[in-house]
């Protein structure tokens, strides 16, 4: 599975960003999708998530309600709305998708995309 995101940029608090994440390769294996984010010397966090099959969703109380997360399965692409962008949402953003096998879990990451929020 290969993961590509887009959409990153440099807004205004307050602003608003979708990102994208286009799916390649095996993805009819694909159980789960997720965007996490990274700021320099912390650990990379749970922004949202969404089940492929039910399309079940999760978010990090951070985000809730600003944040909507989502998946087109027909183009192998998951998109992840912000919205009322905050400074602290400023991070590079990764794409993951899980794939749950019988006795093991495999995990596939983007390159990253960055988001900047100026205040």
């Known amino acids: 599975v290969q993961l590509v995101e887009s959409g990153g940029g440099l807004v205004q608090a307050g602003d608003s960003l979708r990102l994208s994440c286009a799916a390649s390769?095996?993805?009819?294996?694909?159980?789960?999708m997720g965007w996490y984010r990274q700021t320099p010397g912390k650990q990379r966090e749970l922004v949202a998530a969404?089940?492929?099959?039910?399309?079940?969703?999760n978010y990090a109380d951070s985000v809730k309600g600003r944040f909507t997360i989502s998946r087109d399965n027909a183009k192998n692409t998951m998109y992840l709305q912000m919205n009322s962008l905050k400074p602290e949402d400023t991070a590079v953003y990764y794409c993951?998708?899980?794939?749950?096998?019988?006795?093991?879990?495999?995990?596939?990451w983007g390159q990253g995309t960055q988001v900047t929020v100026s205040s």
């Open positions: 993951n998708a899980q794939i749950f096998r019988l006795l093991s879990r495999e995990e596939y």
């Open positions: 390769g095996t993805t009819n294996s694909i159980n789960a």
């Open positions: 969404i089940t492929i099959g039910r399309g079940s969703t």
